[in-house]
C-alpha cells in the first residue's frame, strides 16, 4: 500500500499538484516539488532559445538569404514539409516551356507544386534561391528570387509559381540547382505553413530554323533541280528533323493565300534528316516543273519542318521557300554556210528561239578551230525573239593573210542574257567550205602572156579578136595618112 501511495504521489507531485504533499511524508514531499520546478524551467528555457532562434533567422537580410550548395543538395531553409508537393521546374508559363540561352533578360522560370492535403490553401508565397550567374529580373544582382500566387490551390489539384529571371552571358548549356521556399495558408485556419524544394534545372540553349534556296532562280517549261538548305542558327541541337514540301494552297484566317503552287509538279516532297547541330546545315534536294503560266512570277513553296527540341518537346514550323521563275531561252543555230558577196566571202546562218522568252543583248562570234586560219570575228544580233529566225552573216578574213580555201572548222558561239540579267552561251560547231574564186577575165587591152613568150621565141603572135579590130583600124589609118602625104608632094611639084 505504501508503495502505491508513494507511486502515486510521485505521479501527482510531477503535475505540481499540492494535495500530493499532504498524502506523502514531509521529505518526499519537498523533494518533488523539487523536481517538477526544474523542469518547468527547463521547458521555458527550450521555448526561449526557440524563439531567439526564429527571429535571428526572420531578421536575416537577402545577403544571408542565399542558398549555399556544397553537399548532397543540402537545403538553407528548414525541413518541415507540409501539404505542398514539388513536381517540376522550368523556363516558361504554365504548361508553355521556352529555350533559354545566355544573355536572356527578364526570362519567366515557372515552378510547379500539388497540393496533396486534404484542405484548400491560399496566401501562396515564394522565394527562389538560384546560383551565381543567375539573379531577379531587373538587374538587382539578387539572387533571391520572390513571386506571389493571385490565387488559391484546391486540394489534390496542381498550381505553380512564376518567377522573372535575368541568365548571365557567362551561363553555359547544362543543369544548374536551385531550391525554393513555398508560404502558406489553409482555410478557414490561423497561421502560416511552409513547404521547401531542392531540384535541378536546365538550360537548354534555343534552336533557330532557317530554311532558304541554294539557287532561287527556276526555268519555265522544264523540270529544275532545286536545292534547299535547312540551318539551325541556334545553340541547340535539332533532333529528329523530319521536313515535307507541299504544293497544296493554304490560307489563313487574316489573310489571302501566300503560295501559288496549285500546278506545279514535285517529284520527291518529304524527307527524314536526323539531327543538326548547332550552327550547322543540311540540304535537301528535289525535282520541281514549272509550268508556262507562271513565268515572271515568284514561287512560294510552303515547307513544314517538325523536330524536338531540348526539352523533348515535338514542334513544328513551317516557313515559305521562295523561288523567281524565269522564262525559257532555246536556241539552236542552223543552216551555216558561205556565200560570196562582191567577190568576198562571207559565213552566214540563222539562230532561232523555241522557248517562251526572248533573249537580250544577243552577239554570234565565229571562231577558228583546228588548223583553220580564219580570223576570229562577232556580229551583235540585239534581241533574240520567240520563234523568229535571226540571221547573221560574218565576213571571212584570213589571219596570216594568205588565203586557204577549201573546209574550215568553226565555231559559233552566241552570247546573250535573260531577264535577270543572267549571260548565257550556245556553243555550236560546223565545217564550212570557201571556194577559191575565178580567174578574172581579160580586158579589152589585155595580152596573153603566154602569147608574147611565143612570140619571142620566133612563134606567132596571138591577139584578142579586139586587139586585131584595134590594130587593122591603125593600118588602114597610117595606109590614109601616107596616101594623102604622097599626093601633097606630087601636087607641090
Not at 60 to 69: N, R
Not at 142 to 171: C, H, P, W, Y
Not at 360 to 381: A, E, M, R
Request: aromatic share 8%.
Amino acid at each position: 500500500m505504501s508503495r502505491g501511495r508513494a507511486s502515486s504521489f510521485e505521479m501527482m507531485s510531477v503535475d505540481g499538484s499540492s494535495r500530493g504533499s499532504s498524502r506523502g511524508g514531509g521529505g518526499g514531499a519537498a523533494a518533488s516539488h523539487a523536481a517538477g520546478y526544474g523542469i518547468r524551467l527547463a521547458v521555458m528555457a527550450a521555448l526561449v532559445v526557440a524563439g531567439c532562434a526564429v527571429l535571428s533567422v526572420q531578421g536575416a537580410g537577402p545577403a544571408h538569404a542565399q542558398i549555399q550548395f556544397g553537399g548532397f543538395g543540402d537545403s538553407p531553409f528548414e525541413r518541415d514539409f507540409g501539404d505542398v508537393k514539388f513536381l517540376d521546374a522550368y523556363f516558361g508559363k504554365f504548361e508553355e516551356k521556352i529555350e533559354v540561352e545566355a544573355g536572356d533578360s527578364n526570362v519567366p522560370f515557372t515552378v510547379v507544386f500539388a497540393n496533396i492535403g486534404t484542405q484548400d490553401i491560399t496566401g501562396i508565397r515564394g522565394q527562389l534561391s538560384l546560383p551565381f550567374g543567375f539573379e531577379a529580373s531587373g538587374g538587382s544582382g539578387n539572387l533571391l528570387v520572390r513571386a506571389d500566387s493571385d490565387s488559391n490551390s484546391m486540394a489534390g489539384e496542381v498550381f505553380s509559381l512564376t518567377f522573372f529571371v535575368d541568365v548571365g552571358d557567362n551561363i553555359e548549356i547544362g543543369q544548374y540547382p536551385a531550391a525554393v521556399k513555398v508560404d502558406y495558408s489553409r482555410l478557414r485556419e490561423s497561421g502560416v505553413r511552409t513547404a521547401y524544394a531542392d531540384f535541378d534545372f536546365s538550360i537548354t540553349g534555343d534552336t533557330v530554323v532557317n530554311i532558304k534556296a541554294v539557287d532561287p532562280f527556276l526555268t519555265s517549261l522544264r523540270s529544275n533541280e532545286v536545292v534547299i538548305q535547312i540551318s539551325n542558327d541556334g545553340t541547340a541541337p535539332l533532333a529528329g528533323v523530319e521536313v515535307v514540301a507541299t504544293n497544296t494552297q493554304t490560307e489563313s484566317a487574316s489573310a489571302e493565300s501566300t503560295t501559288n503552287v496549285e500546278n506545279v509538279i514535285l517529284f520527291e516532297s518529304s524527307w527524314d534528316l536526323g539531327q543538326i547541330e548547332p550552327k550547322s546545315s543540311v540540304t535537301i534536294t528535289t525535282t520541281v516543273y514549272v509550268p508556262h503560266s507562271l513565268r515572271g512570277e515568284t514561287l512560294r513553296i510552303p515547307v513544314e519542318v517538325s523536330y524536338y527540341n531540348p526539352h523533348g518537346d515535338q514542334v513544328a514550323v513551317s516557313r515559305i521557300v521562295d523561288f523567281y521563275v524565269k522564262g525559257l531561252i532555246d536556241l539552236a543555230v542552223f543552216d551555216v554556210g558561205v556565200i560570196e558577196i562582191s567577190d568576198k566571202p562571207m559565213i552566214i546562218g540563222e539562230i532561232i528561239n523555241e522557248g517562251n522568252e526572248d533573249g537580250l543583248f544577243g552577239f554570234v562570234s565565229i571562231t577558228p578551230v583546228g588548223d583553220s586560219n580564219i580570223k576570229p570575228s562577232s556580229q551583235f544580233l540585239d534581241e533574240l525573239e520567240v520563234d523568229a529566225p535571226v540571221p547573221f552573216n560574218v565576213l571571212v578574213e584570213f589571219a596570216d593573210g594568205e588565203p586557204r580555201y577549201g573546209e574550215h572548222e568553226i565555231r559559233i558561239d552566241v552570247r546573250y542574257k535573260d531577264s535577270v540579267r543572267d549571260e548565257h552561251l550556245l556553243t555550236h560547231y560546223a565545217t564550212v567550205y570557201i571556194p577559191e574564186p575565178p580567174p578574172p577575165e581579160p580586158g579589152p587591152f589585155d595580152v596573153d602572156s603566154d602569147a608574147f613568150a611565143a612570140f619571142g621565141a620566133g612563134g606567132d603572135l596571138a591577139l584578142s579578136p579586139v586587139m586585131m579590130i584595134i590594130v587593122a583600124a591603125a593600118a588602114v589609118v597610117i595606109a590614109v595618112i601616107v596616101v594623102a602625104a604622097a599626093r601633097r608632094r606630087r601636087s607641090d611639084e
